[in-house]
Each structure stands twice: as C-alpha cells, then as structure tokens.
C-alpha cells in the first residue's frame, strides 16, 4: 500500500525543486519552497491512515470500520446476520452492510452464504440489490450491498394497508422485471416475500436476499430443498418431491400479489398442518372488488400444478399490466452474452466509462490498479469502488427510475385496508429425504 504523509492541500501553485526554473533568478520569497512532498491522493491518504493513523487502526479493530467503509447503526438483523448502515469512506457512499459472524455458522450455513455470495455476483439489475464487495477478516465475513433506505414492502402494507390498484400495478411489475432477469440467468431466489422486497429512498424496488438462492447450470434442474417462507411455499414444496425453481418463485409472486392488492394473505391458518393443506388444495379466494385483469393473473399464478402455473411471459403480458411502461431499455433482462457479463466493463457504453474511470482517478485508483485487478474479484476493494462509482453512474442515467402506468388516474383515498397485521414470515429450510 502506497505510504506516505497526508498533507492539506496548499493553495498556493506547487513551484518545487522539480521546477525548470534557474535557481539565480528566483527571489527570496520565492525560495520559501515548504510543499516539497507530493499531495496525497484520498486512497493513499486512507491507506496510510489505515496502516499508521492509531484512530483509524482502533476504528478497524473495534468493528467500526471494516475495509473501506466506515460502519454506523444497525438497520436489520437476521437468524445468522445483522445488517448496519455504512459509508464508503472515499466515494462516500451509503451501503449496507449484512455482518456474518463465521464462528455461528455450520456448514450449511457456509454453503447457503456461499451460495448467496456466488448468486449475487452474477447478478446486475435495477431491481435487485447489488452486491458491491466482500471483506472477510479471521471472525466475520461481510457482504457490502447496495443501500434500500426506503423500508420493506411488508412493513408498509401493515402499516399503510393494502396498494392501490396502480401502486401493485408499479410494484408488482418491478419484482417481475427482477425475477425474469434472475431466472435468465439461472438464479432461483426461493426466499420471495414482501419482507425481502425492499424500497430505496426514491422508491425504486430492490428485491433482496439471496440467502436460499440457487443458481443452477439449467433453470429445468430439479431442486430438492426445501426452502422459504411457509405462507408464500408452492404446494409442491410440502410434497416430498423434487421440484423445479420457476415455478416456485412464480408461486410465491402469486402470494406478494395477493397481498400487495388486498392487505391479506392467500393462505392463513394457525397450524403449519392446516396452512400446508390449504396451500396443497389450492383453496383461496380474491376479493370481489379485486379488478377483473388482476383475479385473472393472481389465478393464473397460483395454480397447484406447476406445469399449468403461468410462466414469467404470461404474466409479462397478461392485461392488468398492458398499461405498464418499463423505463429501462439499458437493462435487457436477456443478456447477450452469458452470465456475469452485466459485471464486465463491457456492458458499459463509452459514457459510464469515462465517468467512472475519471472517478477513480480523482480518487487516486491508477490505471495500474485497475490493470491488476480485473474488477470480477467481489474481495478486492478496487472491485467495490468501481461498482459503487458504475452503479452511480447509471442512477444518474435513471436506471433507478420507476415504471410508469399509462393514463393513471391518482387514487386519492387509498383505503388503509388493516386485516393483514401478522407477524413478519420466517423463512426455513429443510432438505427433503
Ligand atoms: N436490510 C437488509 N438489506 C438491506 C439493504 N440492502 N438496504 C437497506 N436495508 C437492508
């Protein structure tokens, strides 16, 4: 790491031993040469603080700085991790960071976290959160992730009551999006529900968690775990079968909607025997005030047979969403080229690049730097800069942006339907025989 003494920046122009001029002619003022050592770049002025500055060093060992980022406050926790809010101390930027405690973990929690880490870095999408790094020290591992400041969607259907028909109509078309995107590139997510779906501060939606994902080498692979949130399980989840991933995060799309349109779950009991036999039958039943086009959809998804459920097209085009207009073009959910290309400089048009790039070199990140690291690397620090420094770069192009119904019409008494005030879903897995 490049050492060295920081130094305020001098307003004064640098005229220094280097200078060309003849030393004759300069007057005595002019000899008051003070700034002879070079100016610090912020990277070599954070590295050098991380190795010799004694409050840096004990912020990095108390935990509240990990790597780059400076960490404050808990913002959410999980049965094996906690998320805090936290700052990337040289762009500056808001992350959050999911803190895993390695000496808690079994292997099959190794291999769940694994498998997140491994899904998410495939994955580059507006709709979904961005894995930007991943620190480990001897005790902890951290996974560094784009910041939703904006709540989660079950937070806010129990505390504002069901959406109104355009609001599901954005939301839903979004999570949508995510999924389609997810699947092409073979992750299943397996954890679906209004709890992992989350909103930044502009209200864009991210869908999160990627803890019981899977991404397999073919989407017709049959999977044989059980994983998720009881409520929001297709039925042959509780079959002692294999199964194959779509269909089930389909399924568990069937569950957010029904929930997004009337406040309510699909399927409700007050044993997990009951509630597994309502989900098997199928017995549900949708408003009557439900919209003809919505009913239809919510039907056509939650079909007990996963070869007659609607795929991720069908819904696409099904007619509650024909008045949805989905800003991004920049983001194909198709990737031209297989996956992991979305993370390459590739997918970059020329403009982004030489933002980013300038970025960087404001920064002090040389093209060495970036030449010895080919920015796939989810450990390396310079991997993380340039995917915040990117991932800004395409907000300001309004990747961010939401999808737009044509001819809304405001709904201005959104009725704050209470009946859904369970308690927040749980998710488990069980590997079945
Ligand atoms: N809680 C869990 N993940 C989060 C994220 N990415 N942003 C904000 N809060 C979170």
Same mark, same amino acid.
């Given at each position: 790491?490049?050492?060295?003494?920081?130094?305020?920046?001098?307003?004064?122009?640098?005229?220094?031993?280097?200078?060309?001029?003849?030393?004759?002619?300069?007057?005595? #003022?002019?000899?008051?040469?003070?700034?002879?050592?070079?100016?610090?770049?912020?990277?070599?002025? +954070?590295?050098?603080?991380?190795?010799?500055?004694?409050?840096?060093?004990k912020e990095?060992?108390?935990?509240?700085?990990?790597?780059?980022?400076?960490?404050?406050?808990?913002?959410?926790?999980?049965?094996?991790?906690?998320?805090?809010?936290?700052?990337?101390?040289?762009?500056?930027?808001?992350?959050?960071?999911?803190?895993?405690?390695?000496?808690?973990?079994?292997?099959?929690?190794?291999?769940?976290?694994?498998? #997140?880490?491994?899904?998410?870095?495939?994955?580059?999408?507006?709709?979904?959160?961005?894995? %930007?790094?991943?620190?480990?020290?001897?005790s902890r591992?951290?996974?560094?992730?784009?910041?939703? =400041?904006?709540?989660?969607?079950?937070?806010?259907?129990?505390?504002?009551?069901?959406?109104?028909?355009?609001?599901?109509?954005?939301?839903?078309?979004?999570?949508?999006?995510?999924?389609?995107?997810? /699947?092409?590139?073979?992750?299943?997510?397996?954890?679906?529900?209004?709890?992992?779906?989350?909103?930044?501060?502009?209200?864009?939606?991210?869908?999160?968690?990627?803890?019981?994902?899977?991404?397999?080498?073919?989407?017709?692979?049959?999977?044989?775990?059980?994983?998720?949130?009881?409520?929001?399980?297709?039925?042959?989840?509780?079959?002692? #079968?294999?199964?194959?991933?779509?269909?089930?995060?389909?399924?568990?799309?069937?569950?957010?909607?029904?929930?997004? *349109?009337?406040?309510?779950?699909?399927?409700?009991?007050?044993?997990? =025997?009951?509630?597994?036999?309502?989900?098997?039958?199928?017995?549900?039943?949708?408003?009557?005030?439900?919209?003809?086009?919505?009913?239809?959809?919510?039907?056509?998804?939650?079909?007990?047979?996963?070869? #007659?459920? %609607?795929?991720?097209?069908?819904?696409?085009?099904?007619?509650?969403?024909?008045?949805?207009?989905?800003?991004? *073009?920049?983001?194909?959910?198709?990737?031209?080229?297989?996956?992991?290309?979305?993370?390459?400089?590739?997918? +970059?048009?020329?403009?982004?690049?030489?933002?980013v790039r300038? !970025?960087?070199?404001?920064?002090?990140?040389?093209?060495?730097?970036?030449?010895?690291? /080919?920015?796939?690397?989810?450990?390396?620090?310079?991997?993380?800069?340039?995917?915040? +420094? +990117?991932?800004?770069?395409?907000?300001?192009?309004?990747?961010? !942006?939401?999808?737009? *119904?044509?001819?809304?019409?405001?709904?201005?008494?959104?009725?704050?339907?209470?009946?859904?005030?369970?308690?927040?879903?749980?998710?488990?897995?069980?590997? *079945?025989?």
């Open positions: 790491m490049p050492g060295g003494h920081y130094q305020v920046r001098s307003p004064k122009p640098r005229h220094s031993i280097y200078s060309l001029t003849d030393s004759s002619d300069v007057g005595p #003022e002019e000899e008051e040469v003070d700034d002879v050592t070079p100016r610090l770049t912020p990277l070599e002025k +954070l590295t050098t603080d991380m190795c010799k500055d004694e409050t840096t060093i990095l060992i108390i935990g509240r700085r990990v790597g780059f980022y400076k960490v404050r406050g808990e913002i959410g926790c999980g049965t094996f991790s906690r998320v805090k809010l936290a700052f990337h101390a040289l762009t500056k930027d808001k992350v959050a960071l999911k803190i895993l405690d390695k000496t808690r973990l079994d292997s099959q929690a190794h291999r769940l976290l694994s498998r #997140e880490i491994h899904s998410m870095e495939s994955l580059q999408h507006p709709n979904v959160v961005q894995l %930007y790094e991943v620190v480990e020290t001897p591992l951290y996974l560094v992730l784009e910041y939703a =400041g904006g709540g989660d969607l079950h937070n806010h259907i129990c505390s504002e009551g069901k959406l109104s028909d355009s609001a599901s109509k954005i939301t839903f078309a979004q999570v949508l999006s995510a999924i389609k995107y997810m /699947h092409n590139m073979n992750v299943i997510h397996r954890d679906l529900k209004a709890e992992n779906v989350l909103f930044t501060s502009s209200g864009c939606l991210k869908v999160a968690d990627f803890g019981f994902s899977k991404r397999v080498s073919n989407r017709s692979d049959a999977l044989d775990t059980f994983c998720g949130s009881p409520p929001y399980a297709a039925p042959e989840l509780f079959k002692d #079968e294999s199964y194959l991933g779509p269909p089930v995060d389909v399924w568990a799309m069937g569950v957010l909607l029904f929930f997004m *349109v009337t406040g309510t779950m699909p399927f409700r009991a007050d044993t997990m =025997g009951k509630l597994r036999r309502s989900i098997i039958e199928g017995a549900f039943t949708v408003p009557p005030w439900v919209p003809g086009p919505c009913q239809r959809l919510i039907k056509g998804i939650l079909k007990p047979v996963p070869a #007659e459920r %609607y795929a991720i097209d069908q819904m696409l085009g099904c007619d509650w969403l024909l008045p949805v207009e989905f800003p991004w *073009v920049l983001f194909p959910s198709e990737p031209a080229s297989p996956v992991g290309s979305l993370l390459d400089s590739e997918g +970059l048009d020329e403009e982004e690049e030489e933002e300038s !970025s960087l070199e404001e920064l002090g990140f040389t093209t060495e730097h970036l030449r010895n690291n /080919h920015l796939k690397d989810s450990r390396s620090p310079v991997t993380g800069v340039h995917r915040i +420094l +990117l991932h800004r770069a395409r907000k300001r192009r309004g990747c961010d !942006s939401l999808p737009v *119904v044509r001819g809304m019409v405001r709904d201005p008494k959104r009725e704050g339907l209470r009946a859904y005030r369970g308690l927040r879903h749980t998710s488990k897995l069980c590997v *079945v025989s």
